[in-house]
Every structure is written in C-alpha cells, then in structure tokens.
C-alpha cells in the first residue's frame, strides 16, 4: 500500500509574537491508498488547517508533507494549483457550484483547467454525473436540483479528474438526514472503487460510517483509529 | 494554464449571465465613444463645408480691399478707396494675373411692378463670371460695351428674379432700382450660400451705371469701388501675383510706410478656418475621450464589485486547479470585451448621430474610419488598464478565505 498523505511534523503557525496561534503542533498522520477517513474535532482543534494543507491550500510553517509521493511543501503556487487539479478532488459544506452553469459545465471546470479537449470533457463529464447518480440531470442548473443532487453534481466535479484522493469539508453539512444517507453512500461506493477519501465532519453518526477516525485537538492528533464506542463518548465532551 | 479561446468562452458565458449589468457598464463607454465619433465626424464636416464654400469663390482668387492689413475691424477711419483704375492697371501691368474684376456694393430697393425689395446690387465687369465662376442661366451677362457706354441693364440672381417676377420670364422686362430704370438681360444661375450668404439674391449692374446713376461715389483718386476679386494664372502664381498686386498698388497709391490695402487668399482664409475648426475638433474630441475616461472608470467599479460579489466562485475556481494567471486572464478579458463592445456599440451610435446630422444640417459629417479605429482601439486599452486592478485583487485572493465567505 502506497501512502497517499503523509504528514511529518506538521506545524502551521499563524501570526507572529505575541499574538502567535500555534494551528497545528509537530503532526505526523500518514493515510494510505484506499482508505476512508474522517477528521474531528472542536472548532479551533486545527481539523481546518489540517484540511488545507491536505488540500494544498494552504503551506505548513514546518514539517514535510508528502502527497502521493511528491513533496509539495516548497512548490510554488501556479503547481500547488496544478497538483490541485490533478491529484485532489475537493467537496465542499456549501457545494460551491456555479450558477450560471449546467450541471454538466459544472462538472467539466476542473477539466477546463487541465485543458483536456472539449470532447473528452463532455464524455468524462456525463460519466461522472451517471456514477453519482445523475444521468438524466445533466442539463439541469443547480437552482433546479435538490441540495442533495446539488452535492452529488459536487461529487461528479470531484472525481472526474481521476484524483488520488477525495477530500471533503464537511460534505453533509447542509443536508438533511435523509440525504446525509445518500451522499454517504456514494462516498462509500466510491471509495470501494479504491479512491481515497478523506472527510472533515462534525457529525458522529456520519464519521461512523467511515473506516477510521482521527481526532484533533489543541493542534494535535489526539486519537487515531477510535472505536466507533469511543466516538459517543468523546462528542459528548466536546 | 486555460487557453485563450477557453478564457473568452468563460467570460463571455459570466456576462451573458448578467446581462442587464453588463449593458449598463458598458453605457460609460459606449457614451464616451458615440461621442468621440460624432464630434470629430461634424468637425470633419464643418472643415469640409468651409473648404467647399471657399471652393465656389473660385479657384485661385484673391482678394483686394480697402484698409491695412493691421487696421481690418478696428478702425473707424476712412482707408484711401481702391478705383476701378487701379484694377485696370492690375488687369494690364501684371503678368501672373489672369483676369480682374472690380465690384461696387451697394444695398437698394429694387422695384418691379407693385413688387420691391431691399436688395444687395453689386457693380461688376464682364471679367466677374470668370474670376467668381458664375454662370449665366438665361439671356447674357453684361458686356464690355455695357461697361463703356454705361448702359441701364441688370442680370439677377435666380432668387431675386423670382421674387421679383413670380409669374413671369424676367428677360426684357424693366425694373426700378433708385428710381432710375433697368432692363433685366439675363438670370444667372443657382450659386447657393456662401457661409450662410445668399449669393443669389443679388443684382449685378455695370460697374460704370452704378457708380454713375445710383451710387455717385467719386473719389480724388478716380472710379471708386468696393473691393477687387483677382484671379491668378494658376495656384502656383498665387503668391508671385499678391505680391505683384501689392507692389503696383503701393506705386500707384505712394505708399511708403502702411498698405492702405489688404490681399487676402483665400488659402489664407481656408487655412485660417482650417486651424479653428481643427482646434474645435481637438477640444471636442478631449472632452468625449473624457467620458471614454470616465467609462473606462465606470467599468473598473464594476468589476471591483463583481470580484467581491464572485468572490466564492473565484474561490471555488482557485480549488479546483485554476492559477493565479488563469484567474487574471479571465477578468482581464472580461473588462477586455465589456470596453471594446462598448466601444462597437458606441460607434455605431456615433455613426448613427452622424447621419443626423448631415440630415438635418448642411454639413455633410463623414464617419471618420481613423477616429473608429482609434475609439474602438482606446476603449479597448481602456479595458485592459481598468481591469487590471479588479483582475489582480480577484487573482490575488485567498482560495481558503474566499471560500469560507458565505
């Protein structure tokens, strides 16, 4: 099993002096090739930080972080945008789809940025919106889709650049029980497929349903791989 | 990196979304430009009209009148009158000219029948049709012998015969201009207005019947006359001859300090009006590429809202993999196509006023194809350089915080 994450004493520090907010302290996570993974934690735990420097959002003050081989720590920023493209596929609480822009051209954008040609777009596009679901939607604008469908035209977006790993901010957010269901299972279907997938979430019954769960707290990792039992008694401390 | 084609195809999609905003931002611009076209179109216009209306004095014509050059519209005294003598010795003593034609102005009532009118009569010689290009539309012009003999016949402008003699060819028939009797010989033909003169409402009288039967004027010096029109051998001669003119007179009148005459060309009189309409022009044409300015202001207003306004979706653009660059080049050709569709649109709005104009005035405003490119391509830089502000600070944001706003 390759490592898809690596994190090697991580640190991100924000401000300077007095008003110095250590985010993140010496974190070392590593998450391999095909796992399903959820982060938690208290706001202000650093699971934020955690998350975009994952994404290559972010950069760490110190440490190294290796993504899927490549030391991205050092890269500048037009090829921390390239690897974006290429290798993370980003879901978010809030969909963040575009207005103006059909269900399918929605999907096409990360492939717009990859320049791959238009047909080959449309094709990996249609594909996408059918895997999660939304075949017979595609021409549809997200005003004329339910939040759920909204979430899994976000998910086609996602995947369709074939990344390495799938990173999603609190996907289930604003959805309701009914639909957390549903977009959790096609997290599940695709993560059976053998990509990646990593989840910010605050929600046990949905960290539950994933594989293993690391708790941050205090910008550290304070427990990795909890038993389900645990997780109850840990939400109700915070 | 996005291709340009792709960049075009975005911004072109985000406008069309929003299309009532991107009209009103591109109204700057294409008021700006609508301007700039019409006004350098009109001062076209307006220079080419003045050149036309000096055209029809005739070609390569100057001018003698009375007074010094120095003294023309300030003084109230009397200059030394030029006579018809001095034109004759012009006509005779000078080799680059052409043909002289002397004129006595005068204003008179004319009257014909039961019908009279204030009109302008002007004494000439036969040489005046040649120098002034008027042509004779029916009967003849006034003769050598007319002159000579001073013989009591009038030709009328095509205007004054008609109110003169409505209902009836005017040829043959008398009129009274001081009481004293005219034949009418001739009309001549249409001239039209020269800077807004009616150059057909005259009547033309020999030199000598005038002077002698209406106007009485005489002078110490000779046959006194209002101003000479001089026709030179060709443009080349132009100058030769005025300065020929200028020496003969000044023998003739002793002069020794101050002409007491002008020479006016009328390229001089061209250039001159040339130089103001120019100058109009250039006014006129700052002050609409001040409102191309300020279009161009307008339009980075708008894109500064519309970056703040879009800024999630900047966001999401930046998370999925689009560069700094990409998300530059994107606004920038936005801004880009805003001005210069402004800039399409104001033109043909330009042009449109332009059509107006020379449908409702005398000017016949052209559209000038050196102010649309220049408009067209101004607008366009003005995009480039008022996007570039809302283009950098939408590059420059911060995908993690430009997420997070909600």
Same mark, same amino acid.
């Given at each position: ?55 290559? &959002? ?21 090829? &921390? ?9 980003? $879901?978010?609480? #809030? ?55 909204? #979430? ?7 995947? $369709? ?19 957390? #269901? ?23 019954? $949905?960290?539950? &349903?994933? #594989? ?21 008694? &840990?939400?109700? $401390?915070? | ?73 300030? %003084? ?40 009279? %009118? ?20 029916? !009967? ?41 009797? +005219? ?32 106007? !009485? ?78 279009? *161009? ?17 900047? *966001? ?14 994107? +606004? ?33 405003? *052209? ?13 366009? !830089?003005? !995009?480039?350089?008022? *996007? ?19």
């Amino acid at each position: 099993m390759k490592d898809i994450i690596r994190f090697q004493d991580i640190s991100k520090i924000y401000g300077s002096g007095n008003t110095e907010v250590r985010a993140l302290s010496h974190v070392n996570l590593t998450v391999q090739e095909g796992e399903y993974c959820s982060i938690m934690g208290p706001s202000g735990s650093g699971k934020s930080t955690a998350m975009n420097i994952i994404g290559c &959002l972010d950069r760490p003050t110190s440490g190294r972080y290796e993504l899927d081989g490549t030391d991205v720590a050092q890269l500048s920023d037009a090829d &921390l945008a390239i690897i974006r493209n290429r290798k993370i596929g980003f $879901v978010f609480q #809030q969909f963040h789809l575009l207005a103006q822009l059909s269900a399918l051209e929605n999907v096409m954008l990360p492939m717009v940025y990859a320049s791959l040609p238009q047909r080959e777009r449309q094709e990996r596009a249609a594909e996408a919106l059918t895997k999660v679901g939304l075949g017979n939607r595609m021409n549809n604008r997200p005003n004329q889709l339910s939040g759920g469908q909204q #979430q899994r035209v976000a998910i086609a977006r996602a995947i $369709v650049n074939q990344p390495v790993l799938l990173l999603a901010d609190e996907p289930t957010g604003a959805l309701d029980s009914h639909t957390t #269901q549903e977009v959790m299972s096609i997290f599940a279907e695709l993560n059976a497929t053998g990509i990646t997938v990593v989840m910010v979430t605050h929600e046990p019954e $949905v960290a539950r &349903l994933t #594989q293993r769960v690391v708790w941050f707290r205090d910008g550290e990792v304070m427990h990795d791989h909890m038993a389900p039992e645990d997780l109850g008694q &840990l939400t109700v $401390v915070t | 990196m996005v291709d340009f084609a792709e960049s075009t195809k975005m911004a072109v999609k985000t406008l069309a979304a929003n299309r009532l905003r991107s009209a009103l931002t591109m109204l700057g611009i294409i008021i700006g430009n609508a301007s700039v076209i019409t006004m350098v179109g009109v001062g076209e216009g307006a220079r080419e009209y003045a050149a036309g209306q000096f055209e029809s004095l005739g070609p390569n014509v100057l001018f003698i009148i009375p007074g010094s050059p120095a003294s023309q519209n300030r %003084t109230l005294e009397r200059p030394r009158a030029l006579t018809f003598e001095d034109s004759e010795a012009i006509a005779t003593q000078v080799p680059t000219v052409d043909s002289v034609a002397p004129q006595l102005v005068t204003q008179q009532t004319v009257v014909a029948g039961n019908l009279n %009118t204030n009109s302008t009569i002007t004494g000439v010689t036969p040489e005046f049709t040649t120098v002034r290009s008027f042509e004779v539309d029916a !009967g003849r012009f006034i003769t050598d012998e007319d002159v000579e003999r001073g013989t009591r016949v009038v030709v009328l402008g095509p205007d004054l015969a008609d109110s003169l003699f409505p209902s009836e060819s005017p040829i043959g028939q008398t009129l009274r201009i001081r009481n004293v009797s +005219f034949e009418v010989i001739g009309v001549l033909e249409a001239k039209g207005a020269f800077l807004g003169d009616n150059q057909d409402d005259i009547a033309y009288t020999p030199l000598t019947t005038l002077s002698s039967q209406i106007t !009485g004027n005489t002078s110490p010096y000779g046959l006194e006359i209002s101003f000479i029109s001089v026709m030179a051998r060709d443009e080349q001669s132009m100058t030769a001859a005025q300065f020929q003119i200028q020496n003969l007179l000044r023998l003739r009148h002793r002069i020794v300090d101050e002409d007491s005459f002008t020479v006016r060309n009328q390229k001089d009189a061209l250039e001159l009006i040339g130089n103001v309409t120019g100058a109009l022009t250039v006014m006129l044409a700052a002050i609409a590429g001040i409102s191309l300015l300020v279009g *161009g202001i307008g339009i980075m207003n708008i894109m500064l809202v519309s970056v703040r306004e879009r800024t999630q979706e900047i *966001g999401l653009r930046k998370a999925i993999g689009a560069s700094e660059q990409d998300i530059l080049t994107q +606004f920038m050709i936005e801004a880009t196509i805003l001005a210069a569709l402004g800039g399409a649109v104001g033109t043909l709005a330009g042009s449109g006023g332009i059509m107006l104009v020379s449908a409702l005035t005398p000017l016949a405003a *052209g559209v000038s194809t050196t102010a649309v490119i220049v408009a067209v391509c101004v607008s366009g !830089g003005i !995009g480039l350089f008022f *996007g570039v502000v809302p283009a950098r600070q939408a590059a420059k944001l911060d995908p993690i915080v430009a997420l997070r706003s909600a």
